[in-house]
């Protein structure tokens, strides 16, 4: 089956989705728009409550990777080529879980939500005014990408200084994060005509400043 986009658009009209490159401020954002404006809040990966037990191998091959990972070395030491088409071809297998779990939580309620659903899909199920781009330099992306206490991250990382190499795990693992980051991804999101907000690596606490940005982009206030 399949629904055309201008019923998606029609079921999330109460939805709001900020998507972007990594250590933008995503999550942050995110979470204090939520608490201002009594929205529902979802995080990064809200939808994989449903999706780790629902996906299955022959329709959601790499959304079922982990789920079928003997050991989490072989995760880390991937080529930095693989890493990057895995975490794309994931955000896509993912982008449905999330059209089904935002449209059954945003039926009386708006929704706030740190999305990684392919920007050209945005384009086609949600509107200018309910979306918006966050980005950060690529050094902050990959440098910074293990300074904050995600449990995710801190996993990752202890998987990483455990291998027999951990310098050149790191190595090869940071090489993918900067494939994911890479000019040509900033670049799609940054051209895709959607209001953005770019991140300055300047030390300043712009978290304030930045909310009221994108609440007023939004039209909360």
Not at 9 to 25: D, E, M, P, Q, R
Not at 53 to 80: E, G, M
Not at 122 to 132: G, T
Not at 188 to 206: I, M, Y
Request: overall charge negative; hydrophobic content about 35%.
């Amino acid at each position: 089956m399949k629904i055309e986009n201008n019923i998606l658009k029609h079921y999330l009209k109460n939805v709001y989705f900020i998507t972007g490159t990594a250590y933008a401020g995503k999550s942050t954002t995110v979470k204090m728009l939520a608490e201002r404006y009594n929205m529902i809040f979802c995080g990064e990966n809200y939808h994989s409550a449903v999706s780790d037990i629902v996906a299955t191998p022959d329709k959601q091959p790499d959304s079922c990777y982990i789920k079928n990972l003997t050991d989490w070395k072989d995760f880390v030491t991937r080529s930095p080529e693989e890493y990057e088409r895995w975490i794309f071809s994931v955000a896509k297998e993912a982008a449905e879980f999330e059209v089904a779990e935002l449209i059954s939580l945003s039926r009386d309620r708006k929704v706030i939500v740190d999305t990684n659903i392919p920007i050209d899909v945005l384009k086609e199920i949600s509107d200018y005014n309910h979306v918006a781009v966050m980005l950060s330099p690529q050094s902050m992306s990959v440098e910074r990408f293990f300074d904050r206490d995600d449990p995710e991250k801190l996993f990752i990382l202890s998987v990483i200084e455990s291998c027999e190499n951990p310098e050149a795990v790191m190595d090869n693992y940071k090489r993918g994060l900067a494939l994911i980051n890479s000019q040509k991804h900033y670049d799609e999101c940054a051209n895709s005509g959607f209001f953005k907000v770019v991140r300055e690596d300047n030390g300043k606490d712009t978290r304030e400043e930045v909310c009221d940005m994108i609440a007023k982009h939004f039209g909360l206030i």
